[in-house]
């Protein structure tokens, strides 16, 4: 099948699950093509069946925001002509499954009929989507969608609740190349990172309000008073900022290592001991499931699809939003010996194995069947 895959290229789930999907996809034979405005981060154009077109959009000084959602259709147009694309899939209701609707339209009229496939990630629908100004054209994108997927049954149930959908939603979860992930231990870096006796937490995201990056350190620093510790925080982000003030206010600066973006996520986590998730909402959480991935441990909250990927008592623990004192008990319940420790990693990486990508994409190869079926009718 020829596929076109729509998605934000920058750091952040949802373009990774896209790129992902679509490198395993290729692998299985399917001809890929990737539309968006910057080559997605971890993208390499190293196979023969993935492709990627650049959606340029021409800076006119007339306009306070320039129009985005134009250009992307109009090269959606332009690229499924082109390479006779049998499938659209667009990552992320804003502003995608808007302009891919529009090139829909746009190809009927030259009788081209291409189905659509809308994957719902999160904040397009808890965060951003549901911002009055943004919700009528969220529901009719959805509703106009050949076929819908959400990432987790909470995303699903959260969808439901907070739209008009007349639209079956299909739950896909998110994946990982679990074989990508396991690298052996040897490879490490650990000892730049931190003394041999130190436990070594990490915590990997935006950066975000929404990550609620004081409860990391906040728990962090009740771990560091009970054990000899490191935290790794990997991103980049509005938070960053307050975060080191807070560190520096806490005298612990010197135990916290912020490394900016990394595209070696797997070196650091390899030799991280626990890894730190207590956001405010998360509606799958695919920087856990690559933690669990890498034989780590997660602390999280218990919000969103947190529950679907974290097993309480088995790959961590999860607590509700903000209980930083019950997250720092149960790491250090963790951290406290050798033997809790490593049963703790295998089962992680146990718990993630569900979650594979040789169970996942063949779910979304059965929904692009689906939405071929749907145009064909
Ligand atoms: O929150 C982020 O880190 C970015 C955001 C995105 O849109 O890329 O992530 C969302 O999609 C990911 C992939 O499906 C999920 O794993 C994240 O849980 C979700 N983020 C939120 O719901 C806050």
Redesign the pocket.
């Known amino acids: 099948m020829k596929i076109a895959i729509v998605c934000?290229p920058t750091f952040?789930?949802?373009?990774?699950?896209a790129t992902e999907l679509g490198l395993a996809l290729a692998e299985k034979g399917h001809e890929i093509h990737f539309i968006t405005y910057k080559q997605p981060v971890r993208l390499e154009l190293l196979h023969k069946l993935v492709h990627y077109h650049e959606v340029s959009v021409p800076n006119y000084p007339l306009f306070q925001y320039q129009p985005y959602e134009l250009a992307l259709s109009s090269k959606l147009v332009d690229m499924i002509k082109l390479y006779k694309i049998d499938l659209l899939h667009v990552h992320?209701a804003i502003p995608h499954a808007y302009a891919g609707y529009m090139a829909k339209k746009m190809l009927e009229e030259e009788n081209i009929h291409i189905p659509m496939v809308t994957t719902l990630?999160?904040?397009?629908i808890?965060?951003v989507g549901n911002h009055p100004f943004y919700k009528p054209a969220v529901t009719f994108s959805i509703n106009n969608s050949d076929v819908v997927t959400s990432?987790s049954q909470s995303?699903k149930e959260d969808t439901l609740r907070l739209f008009d959908i007349k639209k079956e939603i299909y739950v896909v979860p998110?994946f990982i190349d679990i074989n990508k992930h396991s690298i052996p231990f040897t490879e490490c870096q650990r000892e730049l990172m931190a003394k041999k006796e130190e436990r070594i937490i990490t915590h990997i995201?935006?950066l975000?309000k929404?990550?609620r990056i004081d409860d990391v350190i906040e728990i962090f620093d009740r771990i560091q008073k009970s054990m000899p510790a490191k935290l790794i925080i990997v991103g980049e982000g509005p938070e960053k900022i307050p975060a080191e003030k807070l560190c520096k206010q806490k005298n612990i600066e010197e135990k916290v290592k912020f490394v900016g973006n990394s595209h070696e996520i797997d070196k650091i986590l390899c030799f991280s001991d626990l890894f730190l998730l207590p956001?405010e909402?998360?509606?799958?959480?695919?920087?856990a499931l690559e933690a669990m991935a890498c034989s780590v441990p997660v602390i999280s909250s218990n919000t969103?699809?947190l529950p679907e990927v974290n097993i309480q008592g088995v790959s961590g623990f999860l607590s509700d939003v903000g209980n930083v004192t019950e997250m720092a008990q149960n790491a250090i319940s963790i951290l406290q010996d050798e033997k809790t420790l490593s049963e703790f990693k295998k089962k992680a990486m146990q718990t993630a194995l569900k979650f594979d990508t040789k169970n996942i994409v063949p779910l979304y190869e059965e929904v692009y069947e689906k939405a071929m079926n749907r145009i064909a009718i």
Request: a neutral charge; hydrophobic letters at 30%.
């Open positions: 934000y952040g789930g949802s373009g990774v699950v992320y990630h999160g904040t397009d808890t965060l990432v995303l998110n995201s935006n975000r929404v990550k956001s909402h998360e509606s799958f959480g695919l920087a969103g699809g």
